[in-house]
């Protein structure tokens, strides 16, 4: 049973107005309906004027996907009546968009693969809305239109996706290619809006709406999948319908609702003039792209191409990668340190690399490299200084928390006194005088014993090979 | 700094004003202390501005229209706000939800519509100048029917930020006088470039009426003197046309074939764009609240019921199947394309001509309620459609009377050319003066 | 031809509710009027590109919103700055 997953994907444009009025779109964390006009209340008499900011980074966008800019493109209004809707009607583009015949090539199930992208067009936001009064019988409807005209691109793909895995690979390259064209700020809530259409191939098409996050959408398509090749199995047809993904709960619930058939009479905006814009997407000149990248990073850093990809595929460490000094970068331990262990910790506490300050992760890794502490150390430091950052926003420096937990690399040399190594590889000769046996007896796993209980008192600051050295020095010289 | 103001007491006796204002400000400028009345769905900061409905009762706009802010940069004073149409729907103010207008011409007579209010305040003496916004006719219909002049211009000249949409790629607004000469004057002061109109044309008027139409060519379409005018309106207007040829115009006949279409071209257009237009006034964020124990359904239908006329009410429905699925090709779009035929229409005319004449309305102002089928009301905006079809300016001056009631000569220019108009009917009103 | 039921649709689609004993008048004006409209068939589509007045559009720089209390100046019931509805189902 084949599975057909075509995508629509809404994104946030990152300027600094809205779409058709110059109000800020900075609005988080402010009070509702602050950051509004008559433009975007939609008062009686006001007219919208578009953004040109935001006309180029949606060129911008159809441009990194490889679409054709037709001659002339227009804003047509989709009528419907939703109290989130400022004018009773939405300002977007209906059949003649800003671009079309495009595509993105991702990683797919099956290898490299080219994802067709049908057309990309602008359109404006609608307010937000909370409902009252409990989620089963709300009472009363609250509304903010803050959000109301901040500039959407929607991207809309041909049904070429084969399962949800692909899909969210699909959507990781996007995600990544629009911060990589810095016209999409990923953190912003709400910022990657996407409704999938699934079927099973023979069988009707269901609409997935409400997919707010991009982690949601496989895991949406997954229960999807799964509740649409049940229904099949047990005889039942798909019904042609519209669900809606609750996140919470991860499952897609049917719409119900008797506007199943919507007729948006969509028709030209006459407050707004055409679009002819071919001419300067022509001019649009777009930054390196995760592509690109990864084949740079594979020959200038002598990257596997799992790490290029993986250190590539975020915006943000790509470049935090690129400020390393330049013998780092080439170094197989730095990558993995990076693709690995820094991403790794991050998911583990949810946290975005935007989050970190990273000159001290830059930090870390140089002092790493320098032998000033081991990697078990570093790590240990890395883990501290995330969790204050997750628990308090800010966090020492890693040389301060080197020091607070006296994680430096413990020497071996003899000046002033015993070293710390020495001391503690002589005490546990002294404390287990069976693997000292064994050990004479020719089993190598006594000295791996031994080794261990000395990193057990050091802490994991010293380094293994030096206890190596010294245990074997030690044993020997007491022959 | 606080400006002067003046005392404004009129006896407002044929109800052109919805709102007076008894002490309003003014100031220095082009209009210096003179009162200026404005059309009701233009926004007036602080001031309640209902488009004669019942829908925004209460809506006091947190903001002046572009025209609005220029009339007071030039020291105007604005004294009220006057009756209308609800929304502009119509052709006598009969459909106003706070009552009709009468006609001082003959106040058991309408007075045309949609800007009623605006021509009875002028012409029933309670002010010099006012605005009124033209949309198929509602400016020049109600100045043919009180005696007065209205000017409805090019589109894009005057800024449409703060007037209330009714069909937004028709309408403009314009100025109403008693002469040419101050319709001339209002226009100076609110035409102009506005950057938050993206439909504004760059292009400042600066005009001193000029009467000398010498060689100045007029054609005169057949299809003006057509069927359903009142051959005596006709013969006023013919008599009219002969002021022109004698101030040394040069007529000449003609025809304009693309008029069989026009008003179908525009009644499906104006009322697909009301059908969006007036879907905002949900009571969310201004207007009557919304009942709160209904679903918002149930409330917004009930709301447009309520708060919406019949006449509203018949061009939203009118507009919504117009747009709907399986009739957008039939009506939409044809209208669409019988608009372009006025458009190169007129342009094949005005490469022959310098400006048309003809007759404004094909009559003279109706008895209240004479046109009560909604079908035979629209069919009067014939003659004042094809210029909002086209975008281009036209006027309407006084010609003369039929049994005491004013008749309006209508000039029609090419793009841009208000200012040729203007003349042209100044022209006129100078060579009839004694 | 309209009915009254056509009429009770576009009523719907339009989402207005008209009062049953206006229905019959409606429909039979309605179907004056489209009687009319069917002139427009006459006429020929055809594209029609206005070159000139295109791509007008604005700078991405901020205009000061409105302060909160004027943008709710128009209603009589707020909630913490939020506009009310009704519920939406």
């Given amino acids: 049973m084949t599975v057909i997953i075509g995508l629509e994907i809404h ?87 800003l671009a079309v015949s495009g595509h993105l090539d991702i990683d797919g199930d099956d290898g490299e693969k080219r994802v067709r992208i049908t057309r990309v067009h602008m359109e404006e936001d609608p307010g937000r809305l909370v409902h009252k009064g409990g989620a089963d019988r709300p009472r009363y409807t609250l509304v903010d239109y803050n959000r109301a005209g901040i500039p959407l691109i929607e991207i809309v793909t041909e049904p070429d996706l084969r399962s949800p895995k692909e899909a969210r690979k699909f959507l990781n390259k996007m995600r990544a290619t629009l911060e990589y064209l810095g016209v999409f700020d990923s ?227 003899e000046q002033g006194g015993e070293n710390p190594v020495t001391s503690a590889a002589r005490e546990a000769i002294e404390e287990n005088p069976q693997a000292v046996e064994d050990f004479r007896k020719g089993r190598k796993e006594a000295l791996n014993f031994l080794v261990g209980q000395v990193m057990k008192k050091t802490r994991g600051c010293a380094k293994p090979a030096d206890v190596n050295r010294v245990l074997i020095d030690l044993l020997s010289g007491e022959v | 700094m606080p400006g002067r103001s003046i ?33 009701d769905n233009i926004s007036t900061e602080g001031i309640e501005t209902t488009c004669a409905s019942r829908i925004l009762a209460g809506y006091v706009p947190p903001y002046d229209a572009t025209v609005v802010e220029r009339i007071r940069r030039e020291g105007a004073a604005i004294v009220g706000k006057t009756n209308m149409d609800e929304f502009g729907m119509g052709t006598t103010t009969e459909n106003s939800a706070f009552g009709p207008t009468r006609n001082p011409a003959d106040p058991s007579r309408v007075p045309g519509g949609s800007s009623g209010g605006s021509a009875a305040a002028i012409a029933g003496g309670l002010v010099p100048m006012a605005l009124g916004t033209d949309t198929g006719g509602s400016i020049r219909c109600p100045a043919a029917f009180c005696g007065i002049v209205g000017l409805k211009p090019t589109y894009g000249r005057v800024s449409r930020y703060g007037l209330i949409a009714y069909a937004n790629s028709l309408e403009q607004i314009g100025p109403m006088a008693g002469t040419v000469t101050d319709v001339n004057r209002l226009m100076g002061v609110i035409a102009g470039y506005d950057p938050r109109d993206s439909t504004s044309l760059d292009m400042p008027f600066r005009h001193e009426p000029d009467p000398d139409i010498r060689g100045v060519k007029i054609g005169v379409p057949e299809e003006f003197f057509g069927e359903g005018v009142d051959p005596r309106v006709a013969s006023v207007v013919w008599d009219g046309i002969s002021v022109l040829e004698k101030k040394g115009a040069e007529i000449i006949t003609c025809r304009m074939p693309s008029m069989a279409c026009a008003l179908a071209a525009y009644y499906v257009t104006c009322t697909s764009e009301a059908s969006s237009n ?41 507009g919504t199947f117009a747009l709907s699925s399986g009739y957008y090709g039939k009506y939409y779009a044809k209208a669409q394309a019988a608009r372009n035929n006025v458009r190169a229409d007129f342009a094949r005319l005005f490469r022959e001509v310098d400006a048309l004449a003809g007759p404004t309305m094909p009559t003279v102002a109706f008895r209240f309620g004479e046109k009560s089928d909604p079908l035979s009301m629209y069919l009067s905006d014939i003659l004042t459609v094809p210029a909002n079809l086209a975008g281009v300016p036209a006027i309407s001056v006084p010609c003369g009377k039929v049994e005491n009631l004013p008749v309006g000569l209508q000039i029609t220019g090419c793009w841009m050319e208000d200012e040729r108009v203007i003349d042209i009917a100044y022209a006129f009103e100078q060579g009839r003066s004694p | 031809m309209i009915t009254e039921k056509d009429t009770e649709h576009i009523a719907q689609l339009a989402d207005i509710a008209i009062y049953r004993e206006e229905l019959a008048a409606f429909t039979s004006r309605f179907n004056e009027i489209l009687e009319y409209f069917d002139i427009l068939d006459t006429v020929e589509v055809m594209e029609y590109r206005n070159e ?20 709710l100046a128009n209603v009589k019931e707020q909630e913490e700055g939020f506009f009310k509805a009704p519920r939406v189902m």
């Fill in chain 1, 11 to 97: 994104c946030q444009l990152d300027t600094a107005t809205k779409l058709f009025c110059g109000c800020s779109t900075d609005y988080r964390d402010d009070s509702p309906n602050s950051h509004t006009c008559p433009v975007c209340l939609g008062l009686p008499g006001s007219l919208p004027k578009i953004n040109k900011k935001a006309v180029e980074y949606a060129l911008r966008v159809a441009k990194a996907l490889h679409c054709e800019v037709p001659q002339e493109s227009e804003f047509a209004r989709k009528n419907y009546f939703y109290p989130d809707l400022n004018k009773g009607f939405q300002i977007t583009q209906y059949d003649r968009p």
């Fill in chain 2, 7 to 39: 005392e404004f007491h009129p006896d407002d006796r044929f109800f052109a004003f919805l709102r007076i204002i008894h002490n309003p400000q003014c100031g220095e400028g082009k209009l210096a202390g003179i009162p200026v009345a404005i059309k």
């Fill in chain 3, 52 to 71: 000139k007045e295109c791509n007008v559009l604005r700078d991405d720089e901020i205009v000061p919103s409105l302060p909160q209390e004027r943008a």
């Fill in chain 1, 187 to 413: 953190e912003k809530e709400g910022s990657l809006r996407v409704d999938a259409n699934i079927s099973i191939q023979g069988s009707e098409r269901v609409e997935v709406k409400n997919i707010t996050s991009y982690k949601g959408v496989e895991k949406a398509l997954t229960f999807e999948v799964t509740r649409q090749r049940n229904a099949i199995r047990r005889g039942q047809k798909i019904v042609r319908e519209t669900r809606h993904f609750v996140e919470a709960r991860g499952v897609t619930t049917s719409s119900r609702s008797k506007e199943m058939e919507q007729d948006y009479r969509y028709f030209p905006e006459p407050d707004l003039r055409p679009l002819r814009v071919c001419d300067w997407a022509d001019e649009i000149v777009i930054p390196e792209l995760p592509d690109a990248r990864k084949s740079r990073f594979i020959q200038d850093y002598n990257l596997s191409p799992t790490h290029a990809a993986t250190l590539t595929g975020d915006w943000q460490i790509a470049e935090f990668y690129e400020t390393l000094p330049p013998d780092l970068r080439t170094s197989t331990g730095t990558a993995t340190w990076v693709a690995d262990t820094l991403l790794g910790e991050l998911n583990y506490r949810d946290m975005s690399i935007r989050h970190v300050p990273l000159q001290h992760f830059k930090e870390i890794l140089i002092i790493r490299e320098s032998g000033g502490v081991t990697d078990k150390g570093a790590v240990e430091v890395l883990r501290a200084l995330l969790d204050q950052v997750k628990e308090t926003g800010s966090c020492e420096s890693p040389g301060a928390c080197i020091e607070r937990l006296g994680l430096k690399v413990l020497g071996t040399s």
């Fill in chain 2, 278 to 318: 007036l879907a905002r006034f949900d009571g969310v964020r201004y207007g009557p609240a919304a009942d709160s124990k209904k679903t918002w359904h149930e409330s917004f239908q009930e709301r447009r019921r309520e708060g919406f006329g019949e006449e509203v009410r018949r061009r939203i429905m009118l």
